[in-house]
């Protein structure tokens, strides 16, 4: 326990210096990661540990970005504040949208995932006047700190740096707190749930809620930091599948999963942009062999083996060390109250 | 007086509803029988798009006759994916087959994308441009020919599972594994060819769309959820279900993209999925909780 | 005057054109163990799945402690005291023996001590040593106890225990039959549903008997099952 308390600290600490000598290209890197590890452990809060198998998770990402970028353009707001009109749109929209489909299991409620994103984007496209249609809405870049807007690289990395710890903070307490166990618990057996008093619904809902409330505040970065939000870069399905896919090969339903395979696959993806630019379809090619692989083979994704070798490790250093106290290597399962 | 302009709708509608039956039927199969929610369907209606295009291209062999080829080269498709892919998940539930088949679909569009490119491709047939005209409605005939398809792929499976003793077994199966093993049915055997038979129908609609259609890495993904509405609308397993929706889907796409707005009609399509999955979830998804 | 703490009323439950049960009418008297018996598929299982809220019956009532529950959720029955055990056992498989047993104290939140109780409920129904396993390390037969186990963490009124002593060994259907009549000295209401007939006859005050979905007998045990009915409704299927 100690020792994942040193390695998360100097994790944080190597987070924080580092990017003041890194490329920008490097920078950028990191800040596509981040948000993608965030929607990641979105997703992995309903898709992981519920088992709902979610495909239109960017949806309140989108829902976000629209709300403050529409509150910015329109009413001059600052998205600062728009973000949080924003996140509390997608909490609530999230409310509703569990409410209505979590009667609905497993095929059926993916489907029903991609046809509401499916809907929010179409009505994005269609309300022209507002949205800006397929063009969407777009943001002359300018350094104004007060309106989330900066010229430089830097402020945004420390956003979403930021952002990505409030959400590893929020999936830390739940894969520790109650919420999680009844999750865990839906996820392997709903009717048994429900023969030991557990509403399902509610705690499904709550879920949801909180996905939304993990993924929303990425939707106002995103819209800063790329300065335009179009209802296919925001709706997006294909980015919606990529997120659960991530986290699924990355180990669902683990408080690391998600943030493994986000960090392993999007770095990888975009190396391999570079060295075969020109070669379109590489990527899905990985992602498609990865998932079928991990499906066949280590149904609880990367983590499993990884964190075998890594408990292997550790072992082997405390035993050089002889360390006496054996706690270390106990997972602490307290379950909060 | 009908109007022209909505008797040309409804007609461009039934002929849409041809594609989405072809691809339905066959989803219908695989998740009939073999219970798996196929997310790869509509790659290998795409993978299928593609094998006419090159016999096409390369020894000019004509879309239509080319199905007397894509039959072989189908099964052939099917029986390796089932065999080497699908066959060790199957009882491991709509989690796993979900994951699994989007896995399948990411890497079919990634092959094809690398191999053939994002770009747009189609066949110029000489028939792709006769019609017949009736009334002032005009009635493409490839287009005729892919609801003639799906029409008759849906009466055939359904003669097949009425009146033949492999279909029989397969619906048994379909109905209670346990109970069909006992009476001695391989189930493995009728899993397989549930399997092949549905993507075997999915693939021979390619050679008709390919007729008329673009062909492209995505193709498969624009129409995969059409097909699932129609599949759920109808109600699954049910193939008479599946035209029906089918010819609905299509006619209310063309209808309201005439009237209202493409975007819109869209809308509505989805809505109306959605709305039909949350108040008739026990009639649709035909299986309820045992025990 | 005996008060019963259940009354089911003329329930009727179809699964399609079968009728899995058929205007049964039953009261279950506080304190007491009811055994409900009945040949393979004579809509047991059902009942307990209506009464537990799972299933909907098309049309009955069913009643508890006067009240007419037969609209609310299962979870909602449960927190007024209604548990049941699954004939085949459902654990949470994600999580282990212990957990597994904490998910409904935590849940109901009467114990301060939620490990503690939970690891009490295992010694009861002697579990213990699996505490820590993980569910798969569990043969059938300790499924079914680890689902009676977590049952009990709900702190229910009236249990409906559904073929627990099926596949087990003479001497343990005997320990099984010792725990289930200390269950019932706790003050909790039993309602069995067995094949295994000399486990009726040691643990039972009175049974039901279904057949096709109808009630077609009730009473005591030994007069029960020498009734005429009942012995042609088990024809093909041994007794004893
Ligand atoms: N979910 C369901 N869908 C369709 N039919 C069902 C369902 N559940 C039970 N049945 C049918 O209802 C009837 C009663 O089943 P039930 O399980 O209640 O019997 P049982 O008395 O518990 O039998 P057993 O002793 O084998 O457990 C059977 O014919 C069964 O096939
Ligand atoms: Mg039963």
Known sequence: MRRSLQIVLAAIALSIVLPLFMSLYMLRLLILTYMFVILAISWNVIGGYAKYLSLGQTVFLGITAYTSTMLFVYLGITPWLGMFVGILMSVAIAAVIGFLTFKLRDAFFALTSIAIIQ????????FKSYTGGARGIILQPRNDPINFMFLDILPYYYISLGFLVFSILLAYFLDKGKLGYYLKAIGDDELA???????????????????????????????????????????????????????IIGGSGTLLGPIIGASILIPLEQILTVYFSGVYGLNLVIYGVLLILVMRVIPGGIIEPLENFVKGMIKNMDAGVRETSGESLKEEKEVGG | MVDVNLAQAIVNGLMLG??????AVGLNVIFGVVKIVNFAQGEFLMLSMYSVYWLYALIYLDPILSIVLNIPISIFVGWVTFKYLVKDVVEKGDYVHIALTLGVSFMFIGLAQIFWKPI???????????????????????????????????????????????????????????????????ITKMYTLAWIIGILVTSLAGNFLATFYYIHPNVGQDIFLYAWFVVVFGGLGSHIGAVIGSIILGIVQSVATMYISADLSLVIVFLVFILLLLFRPEGLLGREVRK | MMTDILNVRGITKRFGGLVALNKVTMDVHEGEILGLMGPNGSGKTTLVNVISGIYKADSGQVIYMGR?????????????????????????NSLTVLENVMMPILHFGHEPDVRGTAYKLLEFV???????????????????????????GTKPKILMIDEIAAGLSEGEVNDMANLLMSIRDSGVTLLVIEHVIFFLRKLCDRVVVLDEGVKIAE??????????????????????
């Open chain 3, 126 to 152: 002697g579990l213990e040593k699996y505490a820590e396993s993980p569910i798969g390390k569990l043969n059938l037969a300790m499924r079914k106890k680890l689902d009676l186990a977590r049952a009990l």
């Open chain 2, 18 to 23: 041809g594609i989405y039956m072809a691809l």
């Open chain 3, 68 to 92: 007419d529950v037969t609209n609310l959720p299962p979870h909602k029955r449960v927190e007024l005291g209604i548990a049941r055990t699954f004939q085949t056992p459902r654990p949470f």
């Open chain 1, 119 to 126: 809907v929010f984007r179409l009505l994005a496209l269609y």
């Open chain 3, 219 to 240: 009473g005591d045990v030994e007069e029960v099952i020498r009734m005429q009915e009942v012995i042609s409704a088990y024809i093909g299927e041994v007794i004893e």
């Open chain 2, 120 to 186: 747009y491709r189609g066949i110029p047939t000489e028939y792709a441009t006769w019609a017949i005209s009736l009334g002032g409605v005009n009635i493409g005939v490839t287009q005729l020919l892919i609801l003639l398809y799906g029409l008759f792929s849906a009466i055939i499976l359904s003669i097949f599972f009425r009146w033949t003793d492999t279909g029989r077994a397969m619906r048994a199966v379909s109905q209670d594994v346990m109970a069909s093993m006992l009476m001695g049915v391989n």
């Open chain 1, 193 to 247: 749930c429900e023969a030991i008093g557990i509403n399902t619904l509610k705690y499904k809902i709550y879920a949801f809620m909180l996905s939304a409330l993990i993924a929303a505040p990425v939707g106002t970065l995103y819209a800063q930091y790329i300065m335009y939000v179009t209802p296919d870069g925001v709706f997006s399905f294909p980015h919606s599948i990529k997120v659960a896919v991530m986290a």
